[in-house]
């Protein structure tokens, strides 16, 4: 499922909530449900999913460079590091830097959209 998908399926959910509904009763602009009600709870599901798309898209650059068909050779990347840490095996901090590199900043990445995804949940505000 894509970023737009996820919006898109967060809104849909909202547009039925009683508040989301009295609030179109009271007569209150599109715009403005859209912007007070309906975007802070869109915006929780799409923090959520973020640091996956992220994590993804590192994850594949890393394995595309690893194999030779991501950036031009002997550009710096974690994936040019892992591959020389292959071919140099008599130099073993290669291969162990560039793989504790690559998981700290994977784990890194999901624990910071964790913490921000709480900070905008708008269920523990108080």
Not at 27 to 42: C, E, F, K, T, Y
Not at 77 to 102: C, D, M, R, T, Y
């Amino acid at each position: 499922m894509t970023l737009v998908g996820v919006v898109r399926a967060e809104f849909l959910r909202t547009r039925n909530y009683d508040y989301v509904r009295a609030a179109q009763a009271l007569g209150v602009s599109d715009r403005q449900i859209i912007l007070r009600h309906m975007l802070p709870n869109a915006m929780v599901a799409t923090l959520t999913f973020l640091p996956f798309i992220l994590c993804s898209s590192i994850t594949t650059l890393t394995s595309l460079d690893f194999l030779g068909f991501g950036l031009p050779l002997g550009s710096p990347s974690l994936g040019e590091l892992l591959l020389q840490g292959k071919n140099n095996l008599q130099a073993p901090w290669l291969g162990i830097a560039a793989f504790l590199s690559v998981a700290v900043l994977l784990t890194l990445l999901i624990f910071i959209g964790e913490a921000v995804r709480d900070a905008f949940d708008p269920s523990k505000a108080v």
